[in-house]
């Protein structure tokens, strides 16, 4: 029970944190200052205080969508467990409701999108169906390998196989998995180098150029949204890099949101030393998380 | 002879519907009683068949024997079972609804020449629908399914003033009439091994492997061709795309079910299934899931578009039981209930957003005057309504949470992943690739209905008449509401359906395994799943109602779309249906082999130009059409014997029977007498 509550709580309360470190550790490779630790939080705070600009050819649905994202993510959110305790939401088939959250939050977000008429915001959300259509099969073969390893349908159980089965883990599969994961990772929250969140550069973006005409608590709730699905994918990265456990509870909060810390540096640290790819080689990246899961699963099956 | 109450009203029903188009005829085609009789009668055949169909439901299998001795000795026998009551659900459901659509969307007074014989026709499809699916007789069974396939083309030919409609017309009937033709070798193939024509389960020693696969292979092709089965879906959407939307309805709700009805109810009948036919079936699937949800993106047409994506519905509903008869044949009961119970539900929900869409699609293009998704745009700020029934049934088809689509991908996944996380189960777990599979078609089907939705309803009109129209009339808008009712009541409490279908899982499995029965509802985290639904609903409404008043509390500015600081963005400029699908489609070409007319540009003053882009159907354009196109030069060239000429007819007679004649001449004795020494 306090541990769904300290879920619930660090699931609303830490995202923004994420994209602080990331931030400044970039800052730190280019030498700079680097906007505070917090910065995110006080832009939530300052969009929530203003007034919006909507466009004219708009729609509910322009308004309404972030909202809906936002919940989807959330209610995603409580599906995966944090470090070695159940998550708060635990059911048989609970990974599909994961995946198919998420998809609510992109049917939403790229209808939205093309609710302004804009050309702009029509090919960022014509870039992120594609992408998602592409890295889609790698989350599922990674749940396949996960249930195969655990034997077991529920997302927790699944995630938490690696550690408890301990040395008898497929370590190659899940080496794979990883891998795939990891990237789906990058894509689906919008990083280098799929994307990249830092560029004006309307042209190359996916994720940033369709919300261009959100403004005030709409583009809060997206930025907010944002973080958290960022959140959300590293919590279920981690389960597979770090399956290790204290085995009591506080040090384990403790041990889950340093990991949580240094994922997120260490997706700075990758923003630092590499490029965004070009748009038509996003889908050879996309394809090999596919492939990578994809081949954790054949060499399981194998065995 | 005893008669059940339950299919004595199925066939009043059956009766009701097919007598509802006769009065109209009587009368004259201009005046709307005819309309109105036929609705009121259509209506209260649904509904007692639904009483009926409760009964079967509440009382177990009801059976009956019409005293008709049309061919051999046996009567007529009729069977109400769980499995095509369940069925019979969709049928009268979308049947009714469809009716009361068409008040609007088909008045008698705008359509004094046409209108009259779809109102008959529409009837006759749905008494041939009642009746295919009670007959336990094989003649009544063929009877049943010809009266529904002649019917629907009549209904797809009703502007038959329309070359391209009576194309898609000629295609369905030809390829209906192959599947016809299958249907009757299987069914004669059955009556030699039976040797009778009521249609049971074979006995586990009745019938060889080889009569067996042959039986297998006939099925597939005959209830695959009405199903719309990849690739025997060739015909399926011209016929859609140029029917009136609310005949589209019926074909795609409830017709390609009745296809698929057949090849659950025929495959069940044949005793141990070796697995390759399951797996048979799962490929299908497969392909005809990904497949038809990519041509759907490459549509440019909206009702063709919900055409191809019923043929990736149609896949999805075959990886559930391509799913069930690998269970039945690795004898998994897991499998066959999750796979069955998946592709069932599926088949009420695909009957539930499928005609919701074309209905929504019919009052756009009444709006509009037009199919072409590139000519529409901002139709929302016009038909507020049918907007929101189009995103409904949009959210649905792409299986999202909170709606139906939803649970019966989640059954299906669930019977894909017990296989894997069963360590017993080491073989045949390749059908979890299945899971993957299923998992692209999501979201190929997000890209495909975002695509449409946001391009007809949402941005600005990009052609003048997008921007005239009127919001759909209240008959049409009340078919629209009750079919968003039911995808938002199956979504949010889906325990609702379980009973249903546990009858229709056990009428097949018992039929088949004979073994204890399973309840479909504790294999499934129903109540979780349900809060789960219920919280998205709820915290999502209760967000949204946050911030229309936040953004109504403050002083919100309306200013033009910002395009990044250009200050008079033009229609023109928006993204449209093409440009939106055009890299998904780039990555599809392999198959889907868009026709392009790219213009030539030269000279330092190039004349005008236009690029033009036209999709074919793959299968019909690029095999079948050339394929009968070859046969038919071949038959040109012997064509010169058949010149209408009587005079040359009588000198074939005279040459056979010359011909006859010299055959039974004593060739040889005459010879002998002639040259004899």
């Not at chain 2, 129209?469 to 009340?478: C, D």
């Amino acid at each position: 029970m306090i541990n769904s509550f300290i879920h619930i709580i660090l699931l609303l309360l830490l995202p923004p944190l994420l994209l602080g470190v990331i931030n400044k550790t970039k800052a730190l490779f280019a030498g700079r200052r680097g906007p505070p630790l917090l910065q995110l939080y006080y832009d939530l705070f300052k969009l929530a205080r203003k007034d919006v600009v909507i466009s004219q050819v708009t729609t509910w649905i322009f308004s309404a969508a972030p909202a809906i994202t936002l919940v989807a993510i959330i209610l995603a959110g409580l599906l995966v467990p944090m470090g070695p305790f159940q998550a708060p939401v635990v059911f048989a088939g609970d990974m599909i409701l994961f995946a198919y959250l998420l998809g609510v939050g992109r049917f939403f977000t790229t209808a939205a999108a093309l609710d302004t008429g804009s050309a702009f915001e029509g090919m960022g959300a014509s870039r992120e169906v594609t992408f998602a259509c592409l890295s889609e099969p790698a989350l599922f073969f990674a749940l396949l390998v996960l249930a195969r390893i655990s034997g077991s349908l529920e997302l927790t159980a699944m995630l938490h196989a690696p550690m408890t089965i301990g040395s008898q883990a497929p370590v190659a599969s899940l080496v794979l998995v990883a891998v795939g994961v990891f990237i789906l990772m990058l894509t689906e929250s919008c990083r280098v180098p799929v994307d990249d969140p830092n560029t004006h550069l309307e042209l190359t973006m996916i994720h940033e150029v369709m919300v261009l005409d959100h403004s005030g608590p709409l583009l809060g709730l997206i930025l907010y949204g944002a973080s958290l699905k960022l959140f959300v994918l590293c919590a279920l990265l981690l389960h597979i890099v770090f399956p290790f456990s204290v085995g009591s509870a506080l040090p384990d909060w403790l041990l889950f949101v340093a990991e949580m810390l240094f994922m997120a540096s260490v997706i700075g640290v990758i923003e630092s030393v590499m490029a965004r790819l070009q748009m038509r080689h996003v889908p050879h990246l996309l394809i090999a998380a596919t492939l990578f899961c994809g081949f954790g699963f054949v060499l399981l099956m194998r065995s | 002879m005893h008669f059940p109450l339950s299919i004595t009203l199925l066939l009043v029903a059956a009766a009701l519907h097919a007598l509802s188009g006769v009065p109209g005829l009587l009368l004259s085609r201009c005046t709307a009683a005819g309309q109105r009789i036929a609705l009121a009668l259509t209506c209260v055949a649904s509904f007692l068949g639904l009483v009926g169909v409760a009964l079967v439901f509440m009382q177990g299998t009801a059976s009956a024997t019409l005293p008709w001795y049309l061919i051999g000795s046996e009567p007529m026998l009729l069977t109400a079972d769980g499995l095509n009551a369940f069925f019979l659900v969709p049928v009268l459901i979308v049947g009714a609804l469809g009716a009361v659509y068409g008040l609007g969307y088909w008045p008698q007074g705008a359509h004094p020449g046409n209108g009259r014989g779809l109102r008959l026709f529409w009837g006759l499809v749905l008494a041939g629908i009642i009746i295919l699916l009670l007959a336990r007789h094989s003649v009544l069974f063929l009877m049943g399914w010809e009266l529904m396939a002649l019917s629907a083309f009549f209904l797809v030919c009703t502007e038959h003033h329309l070359p391209e409609v009576r194309r898609a017309g000629w295609v369905y009937l030809v390829a209906t009439h192959t599947g016809t033709l299958a249907l009757f070798a299987l069914l004669a193939l059955l009556y030699w091994v039976t040797g009778s024509f009521v249609l049971r389960p074979l006995a586990v020693d009745e019938a060889g492997l080889g009569t067996l696969f042959l039986l297998f292979v006939l099925a597939l092709l005959g209830f695959g061709m009405k199903a719309g089965m990849m690739p025997l879906h060739f015909w399926l959407p011209a016929a859609h795309a140029n029917a009136p939307s609310h005949v589209s309805a019926l074909l795609s709700g409830v017709m390609l079910k009745v296809g698929l009805y057949g090849l659950i109810r025929f495959i069940g009948f044949l005793p141990e299934p070796p697995v390759s036919w399951g797996i048979v079936i799962l490929v299908a699937g497969c392909i005809g899931g990904v497949l038809g949800i990519v041509f759907a993106i490459g549509q440019q047409d909206l009702k063709r578009l919900l055409a191809y994506s019923s043929v990736e519905n149609i896949g999805i509903m075959l990886i559930g039981f391509g799913l069930a008869m690998i269970g039945r044949s690795q004898d998994r009961p897991v499998w066959i209930i999750l796979g069955l119970a998946g592709c069932l539900l599926h088949i009420w929900n695909h009957a539930l957003f499928k005609p919701l869409l074309f209905f929504c699609a019919g009052s756009v293009i009444h709006a509009t005057g037009t199919r072409q998704l590139d000519s529409m745009g901002g139709v929302a700020a016009r038909l507020p309504r049918t907007a929101i029934f189009f995103m409904i049934g949009a959210v649905a088809i792409c299986g999202l949470p909170p709606l139906n689509g939803f649970v019966s991908e989640l059954i299906i996944y669930l019977g894909l992943f017990h296989g894997v996380a069963d360590a017993k189960a080491s073989a045949w777990t390749v059908a979890a690739l299945a899971a993957p599979v299923l998992a692209v078609i999501g979201t190929l089907a997000l890209a495909c209905f975002v695509n449409a939705y946001a391009t007809v309803f949402l941005g600005q009109p990009r052609q003048p008449q997008a921007s005239a129209g009127h919001e759909a009339a209240p008959s049409m808008l009340l078919a629209m509401s009750t079919l968003a009712g039911g995808c938002v009541l199956i979504g949010v409490l889906p325990w609702l359906a379980m009973p249903m279908i546990n009858q229709a899982v056990q009428a097949w499995d018992t039929a088949v395994q004979l073994r204890p029965p399973v309840a479909v509802g504790t294999l499934l985290p129903l109540p979780a799943f349900m809060g789960m639904g219920l919280l998205l609903a709820v915290a999502s409404l209760l967000m949204v109602s946050w911030l229309s008043r936040r953004i109504k509390g403050g002083n919100a500015s309306h200013r033009i779309t910002w395009s990044c600081g250009f200050s008079l963005p033009t229609v023109r400029m928006q993204y449209t249906a093409t440009s939106f699908v055009q890299m998904l489609n780039g990555l599809s070409q392999g198959v889907l082999r868009t026709r392009m007319h790219r213009p030539r540009i030269s000279g330092l003053f190039a004349e005008p130009s236009r690029f033009k882009t036209r999709q074919d159907e793959p299968v019909l354009d690029r095999y079948i059409l050339p394929a009968f196109l070859s046969i038919c030069a071949f038959f040109g060239r012997i064509r010169f014997l058949q010149r209408g000429l009587t005079h040359q007819y009588l000198l074939y007679v005279g040459v056979t029977v010359i011909l006859l004649l010299g055959w039974t001449l004593p060739v040889e004795t005459i010879f002998k007498r002639l040259f004899a020494r």
